[in-house]
């Protein structure tokens, strides 16, 4: 492998480090002091990989600050999440230490900052230019920036900054707007005049700031298992898009405090669930449960993701049921294939559920590494089989055990575009023989989908919305050969949608979206 030099310089920084890696961490740190704010120059800082967030990442380097008091390195990686612990001592060998998170999900480059204010002794200069800055004080433009002026005197004569993109003001406390993403330069240097008769004392202080349209939080909680925290699992997270819910993230952990963290993730609209692992010694006497304590994800509590929160705090639903009767549900679950004699692959740790007919999960189980699944020592009697896929509309196998039928043990689960579809070994095939994508998708308002039937037979079309609720409903009566249906649905609000075509003896669902 070829090591390229890169040399990267942003507003007057300069980085410079040997890499072949993909993704780049721009790591930047100013050491002041905590009387007047003063950068200190010339000191050490340590910079590691944290090891207990993901024990793959391994760094260490040795740094010392400029003349402004800063630190700076460039991390090349393969790695699409991580964490750096940055340390350093003050005057007196106290440790100060603080943890940063660098996430990849949204670009190949992440700026990452870490800032210490650390005692010292009475400095010699006693007015030193200082400043603090606030993003976005309106609340409108999240370019916008409001300077604060904090020097440590009432003798000022004047204030001079420089933004660092070519803009200047000479307000005390002025608000600039940065029209491009980037890291600038922030520049204040401020003239005392402590009476009329002295000389001006000139002082300034540089800070670097990262400028971006996006924001980036942190999204974490405790997820229980009865009274005491979950043993071993995982947390999903999962972003929602126009389109779809995408998988941004595993929290994988096993420590006693039963805590999951999401660092570095961008402002949006999220789902969090949480499930134990296969080796918990409670694996399948709790359900896979989202944040707020709901079973499935279409009952799930949206995470309007603006702010650094954690506690989005989960309590693993138990099982409902302790069930000793002799009937064995059993099956598998797989992914569409593009043949339609043939399976796809198969779906490995995929919760399954078994609904009462009041439609309330009883006892649970997952499938294994072939996909399959079993049941064991159900009651007899009538129940829904569902398979719960996060972004996946499921549609439930009915299943009824009596003592002539104690046992059904091919069911077969299809997790495809859109929903996952369920069936019986050996049923008849579809009332239809081509069922097209609705379209146009995404829609405005009117959509349509065609049906080429095998016979003439009543049809029932419906639209869910991604919570399950009825939206629309139409019965009709169709002719054998080419139909063409076609639906308004304007009113509806912007969002996701799913279509569901259902005759005699099976049914079928599309995914499409209203804008």
Not at 11 to 35: A, D, M, P, R
Not at 249 to 258: K, Q, S, V, W, Y
């Amino acid at each position: 492998m070829v090591l390229m030099s890169v040399l990267l310089i942003i507003s007057g920084i300069v980085f410079s480090q040997n890499t072949s890696e993909k993704n780049e961490i721009l790591l930047i740190g100013q050491v002041t002091n905590n009387l007047n704010g003063a950068p200190i120059k010339e000191h050490q800082v340590i910079v590691c990989s944290d090891s207990i967030y993901n024990p793959n990442f391994q760094y260490l380097k040795k740094l010392f600050t400029d003349s402004e008091g800063y630190f700076y390195d460039t991390i090349s990686t393969k790695l699409n999440k991580g964490g750096l612990v940055i340390y350093t001592q003050d005057y007196l060998n106290n440790h100060h230490d603080t943890t940063v998170h660098f996430r990849f999900n949204w670009g190949t480059e992440n700026v990452l900052f870490a800032n210490f204010i650390l005692p010292v002794e009475p400095p010699n200069i006693v007015y030193q230019a200082n400043f603090y800055y606030q993003r976005n004080p309106t609340g409108e433009n999240k370019m916008e920036y409001q300077f604060n002026d904090i020097t440590n005197s009432e003798d000022i004569i004047s204030w001079q900054w420089n933004f660092g993109d070519g803009h200047f003001s000479n307000e005390q406390n002025p608000i600039h707007i940065y029209t491009d993403p980037g890291v600038y330069r922030a520049k204040l240097i401020v003239l005392v005049q402590p009476n009329p008769d002295s000389i001006p004392l000139e002082s300034s202080l540089v800070k670097i700031l990262s400028i971006e349209d996006k924001s980036f939080y942190s999204i974490g909680g405790h997820v229980m298992a009865g009274y005491f925290p979950i043993d071993i699992g995982e947390a999903y997270l999962y972003k929602l898009d126009e389109q779809d819910y995408l998988l941004i993230d595993t929290a994988i952990f096993n420590d006693t405090l039963g805590y999951y963290l999401f660092p570095q993730v961008i402002e949006g609209n999220y789902i969090v669930k949480a499930d134990l692992h296969p080796t918990s010694v409670l694996f399948n006497q709790f359900m896979t449960t989202y944040y707020n304590n709901k079973p499935v994800w279409m009952e799930a509590d949206t995470i309007f993701h603006n702010a650094n929160y954690f506690q989005y705090n989960i309590d693993l639903l138990p099982v409902s049921s302790s069930m000793t009767g002799s009937g064995m549900i059993a099956g598998s679950i797989h992914y569409g294939s593009d043949s339609d004699d043939q399976k796809g692959q198969p779906a490995v740790n995929v919760e399954i559920l078994l609904f009462d007919e009041f439609n309330q999960p009883l006892i649970c189980c997952h499938s294994d590494i072939n996909g399959e699944f079993c049941l064991e020592n159900v009651t007899l009697d009538s129940y829904q089989v569902h398979a719960e896929v996060t972004g996946k509309y499921t549609y439930p196998v009915i299943v009824s055990l009596n003592n002539d039928n104690p046992e059904e043990g091919d069911i077969i689960l299809t997790i495809g575009s859109s929903a996952v579809n369920g069936d019986v070994f050996g049923v008849e095939e579809n009332d239809w023989s081509i069922l097209s994508n609705p379209y146009p998708n995404p829609t405005n308002g009117m959509i349509s989908v065609d049906l080429q039937l095998i016979e003439a037979n009543d049809f029932t079309i419906t639209v869910y919305n991604n919570t399950g609720q009825l939206m629309f409903q139409s019965t009709n009566n169709l002719s054998s050969g080419n139909n063409k249906l076609t639906f308004d649905l304007e009113k509806l609000p912007n969002g996701i949608y799913y279509l569901m075509v259902q005759g005699q003896k099976d049914q079928v669902s599309k995914r499409l979206i209203k804008r």
